[in-house]
């Protein structure tokens, strides 16, 4: 037996790969288009994506965000108060939230 030959996918095995992955190709194709259209009815015919029309230039550096928003929420007086806050009933948390919002 030639191991080699054993090794090599006759032309029918070629055949049936060619056509999967055609098959393949041509059902990213359906779906990209399917994905065009619906950001196409969301977003406006102009957007290529759904950030299409966000501006970044508005946004600032990932430090600024770190050290502007979220570093009193992790101050050691907070922790108690988080505490007795997640351990009420939903009710009044969402009511408090309500309030303060």
Same mark, same amino acid.
């Given at each position: 037996?030639?191991?080699?030959?054993?090794?090599?996918?006759?032309? &029918?095995?070629? +055949?049936?790969?060619? %056509?999967?992955? !055609?098959?393949?190709?041509? *059902?990213?194709?359906?779906?990209?288009?399917?994905?065009?259209?619906?950001?196409?009815?969301?977003?406006?015919?102009?957007?290529?994506?759904?950030?299409?029309?966000?501006?970044?230039?508005?946004?600032? &550096?990932?430090? +600024?965000?770190?050290? %502007?928003?979220? !570093?009193?929420?992790?101050? *050691?007086?907070?922790?108690?108060?988080?505490?007795?806050?997640?351990?009420?009933?939903?009710?009044?948390?969402?009511?408090?939230?309500?309030?303060?919002?």
């Amino acid at each position: 037996m030639n191991s080699s030959a054993s090794a090599q996918p006759d032309a &029918a095995e070629l +055949d049936r790969r060619q %056509r999967a992955l !055609d098959d393949l190709a041509q *059902r990213d194709i359906e779906v990209g288009s399917r994905a065009q259209a619906r950001v196409a009815s969301i977003y406006g015919p102009t957007a290529s994506s759904s950030l299409g029309t966000y501006d970044f230039s508005d946004s600032f &550096a990932k430090h +600024d965000q770190v050290s %502007r928003r979220g !570093d009193w929420v992790h101050r *050691r007086w907070l922790r108690p108060i988080r505490f007795f806050y997640r351990h009420i009933p939903k009710p009044i948390r969402f009511a408090i939230k309500k309030l303060f919002s």
